[in-house]
């Protein structure tokens, strides 16, 4: 949305209007007294846009229904984007859409606008080049045109500081900083997992001109160098790519002089903290070890699983459980030298793809882990358009013996179900791996919960047989208790039903 507003800046002179509907929980719908601020915050505007990520899917029907049922509204062009758009878009036009764009918006968008304005209809077909990332402005965090807006407690709150508009989220923050400037500097993915976009995105860059590519290196640190000269308050980057990485990698060589670049530039000019995404597929530690040294304090990887059956179906390769030891052990180090936050292990849990033998492994795998690290927990979710959605539907009966996933489709009960009622199959073992690794897998792991003595226990358990596992629950559960996070999420959740 920033990009979109700094790129119609340029082209017409005019910012767009900045509205930032999140909530949390993320599965949470908007209340009557939200939806009724944002209807009226929108009547003296000429068109309206939307742009949609997959988990924002059900609150995106709320706001097309509540502006397209009110006759005040109705008549206003309604515009819709973003990954979800992108993946599904006729599913936007069944809900009253009037156009949605399907690709990059930053070229597509100025010239819808000038259709609408010409009294035209923005054609369903109507698409245009790809633009090149390094050709897109910088995001606009320009709050003083008193144009960007947030969501508050039922109504839309104007931004009227620096403060506001540079806001941290929980996951993403670095310790002691608390004002972050974000940025995507690639928009595209390594990988082809069949659970995200980018498999489709992809295939539309092999008949649109490729990919956007992504920001150079030197437009990267003036674009930073910038916007903290105007806000010196960010006190640390949050970068948002799949992977960071690549931009210093030929394959598995370090590419001669960027990374020399950039951190040099980064610890002089900049000095600031950042955060960083990478893959086990890029993981170098001499790479790592420059970036700790120009600014780096957190990161986060993905390992998602050790089942073998659930990665092929993900589409995604596996790590070897010796790799991310030793990425574990490279971050524990860090950390231990004061060089390091901790790091964050993202893991895809409740999945019909996987059985209670494929818990257990990845069971196994966390306690080997050296500590620290904040395991990020993230149900699979099956969003239309995806292609493991359409692998899941194809699979019937082949799915049984894991009674009520069928209704996982259903988007009443995906969407609105909180991570803690997700259900399991009715089987006992397979539902005490799975308390165990939810446990395991939401919140902070160090040596107080993975010392010797606790992961003998854990072993222990794991070894038992199922009537001994399945009385010993309540012993696992008071080994880890409820953590902050889990107390967090449940607060959220009390908040919202409220």
Known sequence: MRHLSSALEKETGRALKLYFLNKLPSYSLYDEHEIKAIKKEVESDDWVGISVTAIGLERTRQLVRALKEDPRLSSKPLLVGGVQAFSSPQMFYEMGADAVCRQEAEI??????????????????????????????????????GMHYVLGKGRIERIESAEGEFTAIENFSITGPKYPLWLFTDRRCRFNCTYCVNHKLKAFDKTHGGPPGRISTPNLLAQVKETIARYPLIDHVVFFDDDFLPRFLDGKKTKEGQLELFCGT???????????????????????????????????????????????????????????KEMAEFTSKAFAEGRLDVPDVDFIINSPFE?????????????????????????????????????FSSMGTELQPLPGYKTILDREYQDHTPHSEWLWPNMEDDRAYFTVLQMLMTGLCTEDTLGVLRREEIRGWLDAGQAERRRRMPEMRALFGRNQRIRYYDELTRRNEE
């Open 108 to 145: 597509w968008l100025p010239q819808a606008l000038r259709m609408l304005a010409k009294g035209g209809v923005i054609p369903r077909d109507f698409e245009t080049e790809t633009p090149k990332h390094d050709e897109i402005p910088p995001p606009d965090y320009d709050f003083t045109k």
């Open 355 to 391: 059985t209670a033998a494929d818990m257990r492994s990845t069971i196994e795998a966390i306690v080997e882990l050296a500590p620290p690290f904040d395991t990020q927990m993230h149900n699979m979710r099956f969003f239309p358009g995806y292609r493991l959605t359409e692998m």
């Open 266 to 324: 980064w610890k002089r000019d900049i000095a600031r903290p950042f955060f960083i995404y990478f893959s086990p597929m890029t993981f170098n530690e001499g790479i790592l070890n420059a970036l700790i040294g120009a600014g780096l304090r957190k990161l986060n990887f993905g390992y998602q699983s050790r089942s073998e059956r659930a990665l092929k179906h993900y589409g995604r390769p596996g790590t070897p459980l010796g790799k991310l």
